[in-house]
């Protein structure tokens, strides 16, 4: 208990925060007379007459820190002394409370970057306690907000509160956010209080709202997230729901909020890193600021991504964060340079590096089934993919590859039924032309000309340099029939990336290689140039 009120920005927790956290396995009543009993104990035990240090309220439950040496906050002076196996709250476990047990795993995990951070710079003073909305060491922390109903029936209220309640169990798979509990954020709903006071008090820099509508016969719900210190909506969703909502319906519904709810933090914490960028800056911020630099496509940038990872792994060698993304740096980076086998064989070692350092991360099986993809491993990747969508079945980009899997051993239509659930699940825009060129190939090797067309079109619009849907789109042309169209639309490829060479071709990992020679043949025919070597 004294860990829970000492980590917290103010030195106070509610009351339902604790129960939640230390006996949440137990009825509320019991969990009440629990709590009830064990602060009777420590405010024998750590109050002196005229300094309590301990208080307790109606609500909630007060450290006063201002009377406390809290060492976690003087990090930068202790560093030194601290072994580098030094851990949070050492000894102490709650094997029954899951909740606690979440929570500790994260703030372990969290201090232990603080550590290295610490020690690989000199000693500046007492460090600053971190900003309300900053987390613990710049990790953004998310609250879901109890869903309103705004319906005429009051008993859908239980609706509204259970949609809210699954999303917060949804959005706990998201390794990389912490979530605040649900006892905690239940606690606080717009009616009576702003967002501002709302994220200062839970600690929350980003809050989820949702309120439930009906539509004739039907429900409609919207889902919004903003940012707590301002109100700023940074993204906003509406669907409808059936009158009765089955399971199949809730899953659907769910990993669509959290897919998308993960694209839009994702989006804001990388244009925040950039935005603010530190002269000593903590783990997670070089790790934001290296993606941010990674989605620019360019080769300074790329430079720039790898330089901040590498940095942000040398701080801390042993967070998972750092280790995943930096195998998902190299992963698009060797995607890019069209790696050869021993790279990629590099890439699956550290695939399985950062899922070693959480095996609970499906990003890290993911990775690991890409890198077996490019090897031709098709069995391992379809296993090693699917892994990572059972941990997190939101996880969008897992959901193209498994696509990816389908078409290049000669399924695509399985392929777009996977590729068009990444679609739905958003992987964010800068994702949107690779997404949109696969399901293009798809089609085309289906024989379906205008769909593929159409997609390629779209993929284009978004990079007009993407051979991959050029190539999609003039074969789909040829399919029609329509020769000197494809002859314009390779013009095009060209003209967009003079660098095209059919050997990029040859890198895709097809199981069968009839497809892609077919393809070479075809624009061999259109322009003789692509397979007369240059004088």
Known sequence: MLGLLATSRDGARSRTFLQDMLWGSRSPEQAQASLRREL????????????????????????????????????????????????????????????????????????????????????????????????FFGRPFLAVLPFANLTDNPSNTYLAEGLAEELIEHLSRLRWIPIISRAA??????????????????????????????????LNLTTSISEAVNGQAIWTWRTDLPAELSSEDLERVLTAIVGALSSSVDDAEMTRAVARPESNPQVTNLIWRARWHHNRYTPEDGEIAGRLLNEALALAPNSPEAILQLAFFRQRQLWLARADRTEVIELRRLAQRAISADYLDGRGYMIAGI?????????????????????????????????????????????????????????????????????????????????????????????????????????????????????????????????????????????????????????????????????
């Open 40 to 135: 009777s104990n420590l405010r024998q035990w750590v109050n002196k007459p005229g300094a309590d240090l301990v208080l307790t309220q109606h609500s909630r439950v007060s450290l006063a820190l201002d009377a406390l040496d809290i060492d976690i906050l003087n990090l930068d002076q202790l560093a030194a002394s601290l072994p580098k196996d030094a851990a949070f709250l050492e000894g102490v476990d709650l094997h029954a409370e899951d909740a606690f047990e979440d929570w500790l795993r994260d703030q372990r995990a969290q201090y232990r970057e603080a550590i290295a951070n610490a020690k690989s710079s000199p000693p500046r003073g007492v460090a600053e306690a971190p900003r309300s909305d900053e987390g």
């Open 185 to 218: 954020s239940f606690a606080y709903s717009t009616n009576n209080s702003t967002l501002a006071e709302i994220g200062e008090a839970l600690g929350a820099r980003y809050v989820v709202e949702g309120r439930l509508r009906s539509q004739g016969a039907s």
């Open 371 to 535: 890198a077996e993809l490019w090897l031709k491993h098709t069995s391992a990747a379809v296993g090693l993919l699917k892994q990572a969508i059972s941990l997190n079945p939101s996880l969008a980009y897992a959901y193209s590859q498994l696509g990816a899997a389908y078409y290049l051993s000669g399924d695509p239509e399985q392929a777009v039924g996977m590729l068009s659930e990444a679609l739905r699940l958003n992987m964010g825009e800068e994702y949107s032309y690779y997404l949109l060129g696969e399901l293009a190939m798809c089609h085309a090797m289906l024989g379906s000309w205008d769909a593929a067309i159409d997609l390629a079109e779209k993929s284009l619009l978004r990079r007009p340099a993407y051979w991959y849907a050029h190539i999609s789109k003039v074969r789909a042309l040829i399919g029609r029939g329509e020769r000197e169209s494809a002859a314009i639309a390779l013009a095009a490829l060209k003209e967009s990336n003079p660098r095209f060479k059919l050997k990029h071709l040859d890198w895709v990992p097809f199981v069968d290689q009839s497809w892609p020679d077919q393809l070479k043949l075809i624009l061999g025919e259109i322009d003789v140039t692509l397979v007369t070597p240059s004088p």
